[in-house]
């Protein structure tokens, strides 16, 4: 299938730490990097993020003494997981998978830098407040659907996809083409089942690629 000039594939956090041996490894991370090299190639328009932190940023339990690693604790008002250090500006952990076909990608949104605040979606920080400009590029070139694939379903895909939604777009998440943190577990179903139930539609690689 060729995709119409309406729609952009997003492809989110496809990065070294995690796949199996990073900092945050999602259990397949690395499977989908295949799956979505094929599915770039239907698009015109292709969105790639890269979660871009400080070392000093507070969702590390690294940074907040006497926390462990996957206790939620209160950060400026909202609850947030305390994650192993990962994707770290500028480290080898934060680079594209290097499977990844990046020259594919129309433009690159880098989140996560401000050290207070964690943003799981690539349209807006976790405070809700601070948006990134994804919804004006998208606007700006005529984009009326978007297909999401990546890193990790129950995090950044699920945000990013629930504020893709809620910014007007009509959302399809290709399920193959993700992979989960699961954490708590469960938490990767749970993620497919709440985005559904929002209107998000649910496919697989293959209703594109066929
Ligand atoms: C992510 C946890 C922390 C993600 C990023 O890309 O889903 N998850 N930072
Ligand atoms: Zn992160």
Same mark, same amino acid.
């Given at each position: ?46 969105? =790639? ?16 003494? +006497?926390? $462990? @690693? !996957? ?78 694939? =990546? ?16 910014? +007007?777009? $009509? @959302? !399809? ?38």
């Amino acid at each position: 299938m060729t995709a119409g000039k309406d729609t952009a594939l997003i492809v989110v956090d496809v990065q070294n730490d995690f796949c199996p041996g990073g900092g945050l490894a999602v259990k397949g991370g690395d499977e989908v990097v295949s799956v979505i090299n094929k599915m770039m190639d239907c698009f015109d328009t292709v969105v =790639g993020t890269q979660d871009w932190h400080p070392a000093n940023h507070r969702s590390f339990a690294s940074n907040n003494e +006497g926390t $462990e @690693v !996957y206790q939620i604790k209160n950060l400026n008002g909202t609850d947030q997981v305390m994650w192993p250090d990962h994707c770290v500006q500028g480290t080898c952990g934060a680079d594209f998978h290097p499977d990844l076909t990046t020259d594919l990608f129309s433009v690159i949104i880098r989140k996560g830098s401000n050290p207070e605040i964690d943003s799981y979606s690539a349209f807006m920080e976790n405070d809700r407040k601070t948006v990134t400009g994804l919804k004006g590029y998208l606007e700006s070139k005529g984009i009326k659907k978007v297909f999401i694939t =990546g890193l990790a379903t129950d995090y950044c895909v699920r945000y990013t996809a629930e504020d893709a939604l809620s910014a +007007g777009f $009509e @959302v !399809y998440v290709a399920a193959d083409a993700c992979r989960g943190v699961d954490f708590p577990e469960g938490s990767a179903k749970a993620a497919l089942d709440a985005m559904q139930a929002k209107g998000i539609r649910i496919i697989s690689s293959e209703d594109i690629l066929k």
